[in-house]
């Protein structure tokens, strides 16, 4: 695996290191080994699936609170998606900064999402799936999530028409009321 860290620390694309004959190619999707050596949560607890039948789904941007924050390992295994992340750590430089990569079946590339950072995705063609896998298990009372549209955060999402929501992701608050409610 080729691990790419981006501006937002912690956060990774990974690219798969393929060995090709005339068959095709082999490439290991997940090593724990590798993962420890970058530094990376390597506790795998739950693997998730997401299927969408339109362009232009917008799913998230979700993360969890105290203390069930999670990483994620995700990857677009039909279709393709615009995965966004937003760095929620206080902390941290890039504070409120986004990144959005495009993930496609035929790209192969992995996000690793890391503790503390909320994420989403949009489709980008019609029939995407989207697999991920977190470290941490469900927890309905620690769901948290940031509005699509918030602001002060202004991503840039790539498909403007054709947007589907769902109710729940519509009514997020914005990041900095959430923050005083917490």
Known sequence: MIFKETKLKGAFIIDL???EDNRGFFARAWCK????AHG??????QCNLSFNRYR???RGMHYQGTPYEEAKLGRCTSGAIFDVIIDLRRES????EWIGVELTAENRKMLYVPENFTHGYQTLEENTEVVYQVSQFYSPESER???WDDPAIG???RVSDNLMISEKDKNWPDYVEERRSL
């Open 17 to 19: 290191e393929r060995i």
């Open 33 to 36: 080994k590798e993962f420890e």
């Open 40 to 45: 990376l949560n390597s506790r795998l607890v």
């Open 56 to 58: 232009g789904i917008i």
């Open 93 to 96: 430089p890039t504070y409120l």
């Open 145 to 147: 999530g940031v509005r």
């Open 155 to 157: 991503i840039e999402w």
